[in-house]
Antibody, heavy 114, light 106 residues
């Protein structure tokens, strides 16, 4: 059974950094592209980033390009999102999802506030 | 960047048919997916490849396409179908969700 569990969220001051993790079980992440999607409070879904199955290709939303980095540790079967230079507008629930979007985690909340 | 346009809200009476449209240039190149999201829950995939329904999704959910507009149809809407619905597509390394449609069943 596929399971995705996000962690690492919390309250952080503007311009600080945070790293989110997504631990996968029930499948091998190295066989799939993996995505991060976020949802600001009361707002819609926003795609954030994707990493290809072999890790060679990474793409980002314009809103996070240059500040966020997606990565994976296949030995730990875990996906990451390194978030730097955080802004108030990055406040959101962050989901990881397996390619195809049939499987999602429950999300981890990031609040950027002074 | 690409955009996908959806109506902000749709209302339907129980047992009637709800239709949600999604339009955008990116749909000329790629298939669409549709997601249902209820409050406090992660999104659930209800349609992929424009018209395909994942296992476990009720038959009352169906998808169709006309040019660069895709439509999610809920035939015989149930009270439990009340939720936010999002379309999604990806092309040329641009990945985009629609703005979302709140479906009210009353």
């Amino acid at each position: 059974q596929v399971q995705l569990v996000e962690s690492g969220g919390g309250v952080v001051q503007p311009e600080r950094s945070l790293r989110l993790s997504c631990a996968a079980s029930g499948f091998t992440i190295s066989s799939y592209d993996m995505h991060w999607v976020r949802q600001a409070p009361g707002k819609g879904l926003e795609w954030v980033a994707v990493i290809s199955s072999d890790g060679s290709n990474k793409y980002y939303a314009d809103s996070v390009k240059g500040r966020f980095t997606i990565s994976r540790d296949n030995s730990k079967n875990t996906l990451y999102l390194q978030m730097n230079s955080l802004r108030a507008e990055d406040t959101a629930l962050y989901y990881c999802a397996k390619d195809g979007f049939l499987d999602w985690g429950q999300g981890t909340l990031v609040t950027v506030s002074s | 960047s690409h955009e996908l346009t959806q109506p902000s809200s749709v209302s339907v009476s129980p047992g009637q048919t709800a239709r949600i449209t999604c339009s955008g240039d990116v749909l000329a190149k790629k298939f669409a997916r549709w997601f249902q999201q209820k409050p406090g829950q992660a999104p659930v995939l209800v349609i992929y490849k424009d018209t395909e329904r994942p296992s476990g999704i009720p038959e009352r959910f169906s998808g169709s396409r006309s040019g660069t507009t895709v439509t999610l149809t809920i035939s015989g809407a149930q009270v439990e179908d009340e939720a936010d619905y999002y379309c999604y597509s990806a092309a040329d390394n641009n990945y985009v969700f629609g703005s979302g449609t709140k479906v009210t069943v009353l």
